[in-house]
């Protein structure tokens, strides 16, 4: 059973900032918290983790707040090529393993 | 970039048939995952593996699966007999720790249909 909820799809237009949330509600207290985009027919790629407060890189930033019950990724100005789908992971319980939820489905339009 | 390489990209079989699906985890990653994804569906977590043996595995990982790493690159799921429901992209992946403090990298998939 998926540990994460997520919202099923978003839309968006070129230029703008997306912020997607999810909700961790049982994390447990070593987890990280993983951000995977997949594009249709290719596999999962890696674009952000985060165990608290705010992690930055060249395409994203996360943001989780003090009780890690979710955390919200944030894409800077998205451009037509970010149309993909957004998973939001956190370990299963014995640690062994990433569990992916549905993800959302983000569509930028221009 | 290192990548996980996975053979081959498409795969056709007949139900009933053994298939092999290979990958070449990174290699200074110790820990191995794979995954599949149905057509339209979410990724599904089949088994992780580490130190020749499987760390834990899904109930879709039943006795028609197992995993091997037979010599020190290549890491295989076979699927012994084959069914048309096992038709999906299956998705290795690998880590350096078990607790994906890095993540994990994925492979590029194998396109597995059965007929």
């Known amino acids: 059973l998926a540990k994460t909820t997520q919202p099923i799809s978003m839309d968006s237009y070129e230029g703008q900032e997306v912020n997607i949330t999810c909700s961790h509600n049982n994390i447990a207290t070593n987890d990280y918290i993983t951000w995977y985009q997949q594009f249709p027919s290719q596999g999962p790629r890696f674009i952000i983790q985060g165990y608290k407060t705010k992690v930055t890189n060249e395409v994203a930033s996360l943001f989780i707040p003090a009780d890690r019950k979710s955390s919200t990724l944030s894409l800077p100005r998205v451009s037509l090529s970010d149309t993909a789908v957004y998973y939001c992971l956190v370990p299963n319980q014995a640690g062994t393993a990433l569990i992916f939820g549905k993800g959302t489905t983000l569509s930028v339009s221009s | 970039e290192p990548e996980v390489t996975q053979t081959p990209s498409h795969q056709v079989t007949q139900m009933g048939q053994e298939v092999i699906l290979r990958c070449v985890p990174i290699s200074n990653h110790l820990y191995f995952y794979w995954y599949r994804q149905i057509l339209g569906q979410k990724v599904e977590f089949l088994v992780s593996f580490y130190n020749n043996e499987i760390s834990e595995k899904s109930e879709i990982f039943d006795d028609q699966f197992s995993v091997e790493r037979p010599d020190g690159s290549n890491f295989t799921l076979k699927i012994r007999s084959t069914k048309l429901e096992d038709s999906a992209m299956y998705f290795c992946?690998?880590?350096?720790?078990?607790?994906?403090?890095?993540?994990?990298?994925f492979g590029s998939g194998t396109r597995l249909t059965v007929v």
């Open positions: 992946a690998s880590s350096v720790d078990s607790s994906a403090r890095y993540g994990y990298t």
